[in-house]
Structures are given as structure tokens and as C-alpha cells.
């Protein structure tokens, strides 16, 4: 059953192939037609063709604008004139603030007090005088809440960021301009689409055109170890909030997924795979330095599940969707620690020194190897005791190398503890 913008309850008729494409029309000249490239870097380690969409150079810097745009031009004269209403501090924002500028319609986004100013900035500018940001409440929570209150009182029209048909036919629209442009090389569909998963919009949208129109195409959705909010709906057989939620892959970070979204994703068996966040942080690196994409940590969920999470026959063609590109550029000291950390290239150490002189020297001379680096030491020397601990960060050249350390520290004088990343004193360091 196809929809409209009259239907009476979007969360029961779940869209189809015919929706997706309608949007994709309505879509047409307001997004850009994001290049799909060819990885050289994954295609060379997988012995594969792996192509990478660049959602990460939409307008908005995220395909979020697709379902925001789709939904806001599907409203009526009346609802259009009662106006829009989200909360959001991330891609949804700005793809909102879009649209209601596109379209001429007035909104309101909610956003907590932690959002920073260069956010708040990019909405304004975005919305321009079609737009009012309002920054209220400590958490998303509290935003979204004041959100759907404004809504209620109002009579605006609420726009999710991923749970509303009209939102995921939106962002399924990815999908169909990736088939489009392999068509237009002479290809056919991919052997695998790669999708990342929060809230499950692009990954519902993706799966109800996909299945109608080339159910041959493997469809594979990447959530972040931390937040696999769509692994836990499946498994329980309806949406559940996970009890605990890490949430440094902040646009994919969703502690519940969308009745809809679930709706859709649950029709038929779909595979998923959750992939570390310390990968993530390595994979951003790598698209940083060696493929020249800027990636949020949502936007290298993708890619970053072909590093063994995701199997690949050689040969296959695969695309895989960078879908954000929306980083603050503050984050990559924490992103670095992250990554090292994954590889088991960074340690963590109490360390109890003699208070005595030369007690560092000797730890330096007898511990360190010629290419391990101490990145971080802690001490407060205390004038009634023998030993002092000291919080002592290393960095060697490759796992490989941490035997070695470890048995150069159980010779050496001094005694140590190992922090392991299950302790609560771990969270302080990342």
C-alpha cells in the first residue's frame, strides 16, 4: 500500500518499493546526487570491487535531509502553516532546518544545553529566519520531551529522525541512486550493501525498496557494539531500550529503535553485525589519511565493518555508505587513544615506584623497548611512605610487542598493575 500525507497512522501501514521511488522523484532537485567511488583501499584488501557511497558530501553533510525533506513536502496547507517541530543536536537537525528553509515552513528544534555553539550555528544558518533553535534540558531526553509537548500543544507536526514512513522512504532513496549509478556504468546491483544502523531509518528504508525491486542484493546492517539497538528489537521480536549505551558513535548511538523501523526490518530475516568502537576509530584514521574522507564515527560504521566483520567473496562488487561527515574536529585526540587502544597498541599501568632518586631512570632503562613511548605518567610523591603509585601510559609499536613489556616489567623492581578496560578507572582514560 502506498503512502500519502493524509494517511492516519503511519506506524500501521508499513511503505513500500512505490514509496521509496515516489520520494526519490520528490527528492529529485533538492539533494545532491552523492558520487559513488571506488575505495582503493578496501577493494585491494578484499579482492574485491568495493565502492563507497559519499552521503558525507550531501548539502547537509548527511543523508538526513532525504527523510526530513521527504516529510516535510508531503504535509498539507494546514499542517504546514501549524509548522514543524523536532528534537535533535545532530545531521537530523541540519537536514530539518534544511528542508523547512527549502520548503518554506516554519520549525522549531529542540536541543540540549550540551550541544556545542558550532552546531547551534550550522542550524541557524541552515533554517535561516524559517528555523528557531531552542536549547532546553540537560539530555536528548529532555529535548525530545519538551519536543512532543510543543507538538501537542501546538498542533505541529512532529518529524522524527527515523521513526515515520515518510522518514525512512526518505533515506531509502540512497539505495536506489546507488543502483542507478552502477546501471549507468554498465553494472548490475551490488553483491552487498553495506548499511549503518542507529534508529534504523536508512537501513528500513534500504530493505523496503530493496526487497521488492532487486532481492537478490545482500543487505548487511552495521550497528556499533555499544548501541545495537536493532540486534536487541530483533531478538526480544519488538523494540526494546538497552540498559546501557555508549554513545561516542554519537549519530548511530540509539538506545531504542523505531516501531516502524523495527516494523520493517523484522519482515524478513536481515543480517547484522556490530562492530567495536575502537574499530571505528581506526577505520576513521585510515578514511582520514589514506582515502581523504572526513567521517563522523557513524560515517565509518560502514566501511568499518569490512575489516572481518562483514565477509566478502573475492570479486564481489560491494558499496558501503559513508553516511555523515559531520566531525568535530576536537575529537580526534580521543579518537587516536580509541584506536590504539583496539589494536593493542596503547597500555595502561599502576606502577609502584621506590620513592628514592633514579627510581624513573631505572624503570625507563630496564622496562622500555627502543620503540615504546611513554604517553602518560601521573606520580605524586608522598613524604611519609616508601612508594608512590604512578599512572603510567605506554605505547608500543604492535601488539606483538606487549609479551615482551610485560615480562620486562615483572623483572624489574618495581610492581605493577595492569588496568584492564572492564575497571572503572579505564573509562577515565578514553
Request: charged share 25%.
Amino acid at each position: 500500500m502506498s503512502l500519502d500525507a493524509a494517511s492516519p497512522a503511519h506506524a500501521s501501514v508499513l511503505p513500500t518499493a512505490d514509496d521509496v521511488e515516489a520520494a526519490a522523484i520528490r527528492l529529485a532537485k533538492v539533494v545532491v546526487r552523492t558520487p559513488l567511488a571506488t575505495n582503493a583501499r578496501w577493494s585491494a584488501e578484499l579482492d574485491a570491487h568495493v565502492r563507497v557511497k559519499r552521503e558525507d558530501l550531501q548539502a547537509v553533510r548527511s543523508y538526513k535531509l532525504r527523510g526530513a525533506y521527504n516529510l516535510v513536502a508531503q504535509l498539507d496547507a494546514d499542517q504546514r502553516a501549524r509548522g514543524v517541530v523536532t528534537a535533535s543536536a545532530g545531521n537530523h537537525a541540519q537536514g530539518l532546518a534544511y528542508a523547512c528553509a527549502a520548503l518554506r515552513v516554519r520549525g522549531r528544534i529542540y536541543v540540549p544545553r550540551t550541544t556545542p555553539r558550532q552546531k547551534r550555528d550550522r542550524i541557524a544558518a541552515l533554517g535561516q529566519e524559517f528555523v528557531e533553535t531552542i536549547v532546553l534540558g540537560d539530555t536528548y531526553d529532555d529535548s525530545a520531551a519538551a519536543a512532543a509537548e510543543d507538538a501537542a500543544r501546538t498542533g505541529a507536526t512532529m518529524v522524527p529522525a527515523f521513526d515515520d514512513a515518510r522518514t525512512l522512504t526518505g533515506q531509502g532513496t540512497v539505495a536506489v541512486e546507488v543502483v542507478e549509478q552502477l546501471a549507468a556504468l554498465g553494472e548490475d546491483p551490488p553483491d552487498v550493501l553495506v548499511v549503518p544502523v542507529g534508529g534504523g531509518g536508512l537501513l528500513a528504508g534500504t530493505l523496503t525498496w530493496v526487497r521488492e525491486r532487486h532481492p537478490q542484493v545482500r543487505v548487511v546492517g552495521v550497528e556499533p557494539e555499544g548501541a545495537a539497538s536493532m540486534a536487541a528489537a530483533l531478538a526480544a521480536g519488538h523494540p526494546v531500550k538497552l540498559p546501557d549505551l555508549d554513545t561516542f558513535v554519537d549519530g548511530a548511538s540509539v538506545r531504542r529503535v523505531g516501531d516502524v523501523t523495527h516494523a520493517v526490518v523484522a519482515r524478513q530475516p536481515v543480517e547484522l553485525v556490530a562492530v567495536p568502537e575502537g574499530a571505528i576509530c581506526v577505520e576513521m584514521l585510515a578514511m582520514y589519511q589514506t582515502d581523504g574522507i572526513i567521517a563522523e564515527p557513524a560515517g565509518a560504521l560502514a566501511t568499518a565493518a569490512l575489516a572481518g566483520y562483514v565477509h566478502v567473496e573475492p570479486g564481489q562488487s560491494v558499496v558501503a555508505i559513508v553516511s555523515g561527515g559531520n566531525n568535530d574536529v576536537s575529537r580526534y585526540a580521543e579518537i587516536i587513544e580509541r584506536a590504539l587502544v583496539h589494536e593493542g597498541r596503547k597500555h595502561y599501568f599502576l606502577v609502584e615506584f621506590p620513592q628514592e632518586p633514579g627510581a624513573l631512570r631505572r624503570f625507563l632503562d630496564e622496562v622500555l623497548g627502543p620503540d615504546d613511548d611513554v604517553t602518560l605518567f601521573e606520580y605524586v610523591k608522598r613524604s611519609n611512605r616508601e612508594f608512590g603509585p604512578a599512572l603510567v601510559g605506554i605505547e608500543i609499536p604492535t601488539k606483538e610487542d606487549l609479551p615482551g613489556l610485560l615480562a620486562r616489567m615483572a623483572a624489574a623492581p618495581p610492581s605493577f598493575e595492569r588496568i584492564s578496560a572492564a575497571e572503572p578507572l579505564y573509562r577515565y582514560l578514553l
